[in-house]
């Protein structure tokens, strides 16, 4: 779908500057769905997994623990944004090819992140779902190619995107031809120092109203610290959040990356025991 | 308590401004009584009522409801700091009056607003729990005086200020001498404008880390809209918060403050139900 | 004047909130006289002199080397608002004692902050012009306060105020009676860190659109650091401000507050050389 | 330079992330040449020209504009990272071609924006300055790319990137072979909404003193309305620019993107003579 054609109808509707992602244009809440897992319907989805794929036993030891405690989907970055080019970069093809091995070993689905056309072509070949991470939330060249593949799309708000900004970025991929699209709501830059970022919990609900798109939320980027992701999972859920990603790491003090902020095992399993409670009082399941 | 005699401990500490406030002091939870009603405990507090005093019926209709849903604490403005010089100022002492006579009836705890020495004064002669808005958390001078009366406080973050600085400016009514102090977390200013202001939901693990005080947090002043009350309320209770103060209004369409953000009695008593439904999921009681 | 006397005129104009202190209801620029000082007019006014008033000699040694170097206005605070309660707040009266010695002795006019009702009383009998804070600027029952001396204003910037919210803070003095007011731009909280604040430049221009007031900035409390005070006095000239606020002090390393931002003497007259210069190649004088 | 080579040292300089970049690195000031101007040097560089190269009478007459006034650089962008996907996305190959006809015909040299790995091929054959724009400033493998061309990159700060964040981003494409890299202040996002970004003047000296490398000023981004440019553009230069990158257009009122921020020819010119004279006051040339 070009921007010739969806150009026309904009006109008109200078307020609201999205189209195919508006509640207006599809008043029904959105299902995304992938494997056996359905985002944006009556289930919590929790996603987790390390933040970057470090080593094969790293990644079967997680996998291997997300399907004992039912966990549907792994997370783990094969391709890493780092703000320092000095910092570990991610395992790359080698990185993708642990994660579908995993896959196949322990029926975990797989969300990992694509950071340019060449590994978007790959992690549309290996993985089942593609994140496309903040910091590359408004590269518009790269959402036109995701919107050509189809798998679903795990879309992070950017560091200091308005959630207009964000609409829109979902509007790209969408306009050119990917409505299979989870907004992630990840934490937002302010002045506040003692978090890494500030959770956006509103954005729940004002997302909601203006899209029909599922919405999930990281705590774990937002917290920046590992005692603090409890409490803001079950926020998110008692927000009315869709569903969850993350971090977990089978040691998080070894971690190459986001080891503050990811939690153990032990620490998880007695979230995942949290997030099954607030949701059932909320009238949904996990 | 004088600031030269306390002056001297801070040398050694200068990473950990605040003393009487910060959880080495205390680690316990510090549980501010009044009346009936214990903030900091096993129960989440719920305080309501409309943003301003505006006539005696309004004050009458809103705590027999309060009386007949079990909120134990109304709200009410008789001195409103607003924006504009112009806008409605509040009705000052015959609102303090207002406050008084509906205590006495339908026997809801009342906390109300004051704005300087003066409304300092009456507003702790007639109300059970004197709030100090976020425009005045750092009034350093009528902080002082709040040190220095024997009411419980409920000091509201300030639209910007820092966490930090927040339970500094507690830290100053505790060195005058009253340690009943109530963080209240109304929202933050962000480049975010779909929200009045940006609720930091994380402010709730983080202080509750720092400081022994109890939190609670204003989804009203947050949301800016009425519809997205609900699921920061909910967020509020499962991030841990020991209450809630919620706008509502008899007849929120003829507010003359804060209308759009205000519950309705209906709407309210929706919302009640599932703050105890989430608040039960994880072993606190309303 | 009250506020229903001047209520009636903001129904039709929602937009434009303020009235006395907007370009529409006094198109051309406000000129406020002080002595032989114009701010809004043809010269470029600096004011310098110490964070805090510490000592009789301080204020005398910065009085005589303001005086030598042409500088008319010296500031000094004797009422500190200050973050912690365990920090130095000023000395009070005597302070204001040492600043007048200091208008006699020097020939400088005098610039103090008002931090309440009972030393605005004080300042407003000492001093030439009150200031009123950062901290205070949407202390409202102080600005109707400050409405009703017949002294000029120095009213800062809230620290994250919009710049509405400060011409409106501005609206509540002269609605109270006092037009006599000097805008000043200390720098606003964003999540930049370097510096303590960030100087919003593009306040002067657009200040200058809304309202006929003079604009001052202040580039010690933006920058947080000396060395950066000289690009930032330099860039608020060129960007057209009335004015400069800036501290110095006889011995930075030695000052109870705000050292690291205060220039020493020899600095500062370098400074005074180039805004002398920048503003000369623009049509005006200092 | 692989990363694996140069993540030694870092070990040793947490604080200081950046090294290549960093003053301690290069303790003179870089000059990068291209052509006859050089960034970083005694001359103030002005660049101008369109947001969008919208059609080839477009181009020329701003080439010949630009000629006649002495601005050595035009800007214009074939490539346009737009918000919407249903807004004007640049000419591509046939505006770059425009650009280099003008620069055969007027003699002015290129900047013009690549926003991926296809269109930066095509940037630096063509141009003579390629331009990474905020929202890919932490598009790590564009960042990359960059580094492995050998044109001078003009580096814009990201909407909401710290100082330290968008050195990084200048030492990613000095880790991998490029260090011709140019600066530029555009703006940052924050709370206030009466321009469309808050130019960070402070950006100025402070990257000055962490970095060797020259800083340019856009004040036409941060400003968002024309009324404002030229004040900022002045702060630019007296805060101690190295250089300006402003937006002209024949005629704003038709422009196809930045009408509003963009000045017309006649009111550009009045800015050049005054930036010529502020340059001078304090001793640089134009």
Redesign the interface.
Known sequence: MG?TE??EP?VSSARK?Y?LVSRDFHPDNSVVRVGNVAFGGDKVIVMSGPCAVESREQVMTSAEFMQRVGVPVMRGGAYK???????F?GMGVEGLEMLAEARERFGVLIVTEA?????LARVAQWADIVQIGA??M?????L?AVGQINKPVLLKRG??A????WL?AA??VA??GNLNIVLCERG????????RN?????A???VK?LSHLPVVIDPSH??GQW??VE??A???????ADGLIIETHPNPAEALSDGPQSLNFRHFEELME?IG??A???GREV
């Not at 944004?81 to 910092?87: E, F, G, K, M």
């Not at 079950?234 to 009315?240: E, F, P, W």
């Open positions: 921007a969806t150009a904009m500057p189209r944004p780092r703000t320092s080019p000095y910092s970069q950071v340019d056309h060449e590994s910091r590359n408004q590269n518009f060249e790269l036109k560091l200091a308005t959630i207009d900004e829109m509007e790209y306009a050119h937002i830059r302010t002045y506040e120092t003692k978090t500030t959770l956006d919990i509103s729940v609900p004002v109203q937002a917290a005692q603090w409490p803001l079950l926020a998110g859920i008692a927000a009315g949290k409670r607030v059932r009082a909320l």
